[in-house]
């Protein structure tokens, strides 16, 4: 009957207590290398939760107002919208494109900045407000002049269009709540007035030149009255 090999177990059984060795030593050495750095590990643990609890106690609350706006591209004629029907999405997207840099233009944040600053003055709540106000380190809040206000609301006001809609998200962020739902409001408000305003020139215009056409048909049609009756009179 065969016996099993006792230089094979005695091999193994080296080979497990060499490991467990190793483990000890490992061990032993993490706990010095704790043991010989304990002030800096403490300072830097203390530090941190100081650090997080100034940060928690002052950190300002930011809120977030978001206003929507469907854009629609203005219908050309029967002619015009039925040359190249398949490319009315990429027309549609750059039209819609073309409105977000309008609303991103200065001429609608001065706007916004003007409406703010008329806003506060009218209620006079300071609590309601805060990017008007120059925060300096007496602690006085001065009022902003229109173009730095305008300057601010470029960075705290996101302006995209939704993935595959006709959709526009206006998002203004402020620690003071009002202020951040005013601003939403007033950017999808003006912008809403300007292209009114602008699709009534658009209207005024075209209204006068489909007169000013009509003027020159006349005319047209007169002169040519005038020559067939001259003609006519040469023939008798």
Do not use: W
Request: aromatic residues 8%.
């Amino acid at each position: 009957m065969n016996k099993p090999s006792l230089n094979g177990v005695n091999k193994q059984s080296q080979n497990g207590i060499h490991d467990i060795v190793d483990t000890k030593d490992s061990v032993r050495t993490y706990i010095n290398m704790i043991r010989s750095n304990i002030l800096p590990i403490v300072l830097i643990t203390i530090s941190s939760v100081i650090i997080t609890i100034i940060y928690v106690l002052y950190a300002k609350d930011i809120y977030k107002s978001t206003s929507t706006i469907k854009i629609n591209r203005p219908q050309g004629s029967v002619l015009s919208s039925s040359l190249i029907p398949e490319f009315q999405d990429f027309i549609t997207d750059r039209y819609i494109s073309n409105e977000i840099e309008v609303l991103k233009s200065y001429k609608i944040r001065e706007s916004v900045a003007i409406n703010l600053l008329d806003s506060f003055k009218a209620t006079q709540n300071y609590e309601k407000f805060y990017y008007i106000f120059d925060h300096n380190s007496n602690g006085e809040s001065n009022l902003m002049s229109v173009a730095a206000i305008a300057d601010i609301l470029s960075a705290i006001v996101k302006i995209d269009q939704k993935r595959g809609l006709d959709v526009v998200d206006i998002v203004a962020e402020s620690p003071a709540k009002y202020e951040a739902m005013l601003i939403a409001n007033l950017y999808s408000k003006l912008y809403q007035t300007f292209s009114l305003d602008l699709s009534r020139e658009e209207l005024t215009n075209l209204t006068g030149y489909l007169k000013e056409e009509k003027r020159k048909n006349l005319m047209n049609c007169q002169v040519s009255k005038m020559i067939f009756r001259f003609i006519s009179k040469t023939e008798d």
